[in-house]
């Protein structure tokens, strides 16, 4: 059977494709929620969408946290004052840090999709600083809903 070319035209502009998303995180020196922080420190996303970390302050990067990762994903490291474009397919929690600034908290929280397991455990052998954060974003983000 043979679509007509003008219903194949208006199933195409009536039924666009699904697109990914390209989210923007900034890391800043100072923001809404205190120092050394990424803005936002939680993201919700689809897979195969996108995160632009943006150097906004000097001396931060992006890194995953290696024990925050979902199973089979691949770790990353940025350079420091370099943007970084992400984009992540496998689902699950991805736990994101800056290395120079670790100790004082400065890390965040990818959900992508809907993962098997309702939250992350956090690794014992992260900073208080950054622990606190964690738990205080997953509470805030994950146990809410």
Request: net charge neutral; aromatic share 4%.
């Amino acid at each position: 059977m043979r679509i007509p070319a003008a219903l194949t035209l208006l199933l195409l502009t009536c039924c666009p494709p699904a697109m990914a998303q390209t989210y923007e995180v900034k890391m800043l020196n100072r923001g809404a929620a205190g120092s050394m922080i990424y803005e936002p420190d939680f993201l919700h996303i689809a897979p195969g969408d996108t995160v632009k970390f943006v150097a906004t302050h000097s001396s931060h990067n992006v890194a995953s946290i290696p024990q925050l990762l979902p199973a089979g994903a691949t770790g990353f490291k940025g350079k420091i004052n370099e943007q970084l474009e992400l984009t992540l397919d496998t689902p699950g929690f991805y736990g994101i840090q800056c290395i120079p600034h670790l100790a004082m908290g400065m890390v965040m929280l990818i959900q992508v999709g809907e993962p098997a397991e309702p939250s992350p455990a956090i690794p014992t052998t992260l900073p208080a600083r950054a622990s606190e954060r964690l738990n205080a974003i997953m509470a805030r983000e994950l146990l809410s809903r």
